[in-house]
């Protein structure tokens, strides 16, 4: 997804997929992926910290997913 929203949009803008109501739902393909971007105003952003652990690479998050799995 990263690569495809880097062909349409800056490294540093801040794009949403989205997924709207169900009633509002447009699907002409399945293979479709809705991003977006509003023009003129910034999408509000949570911070870092509730997407993720901020500095724990890929290879690190799934060591320690796979280390809490084990205990649990």
Known sequence: MCFVKDLFWEEEECVMQLHP???QYVNN???CLHLWRPINRD???PP???VGIVGLG???AAILFAQMQAIS
């Open 21 to 23: 109501p169900h009633s």
């Open 29 to 31: 393909s399945r293979y």
């Open 43 to 45: 999408i509000p952003m």
């Open 48 to 50: 870092p910290g509730f």
């Open 58 to 60: 890929p290879s690190d």
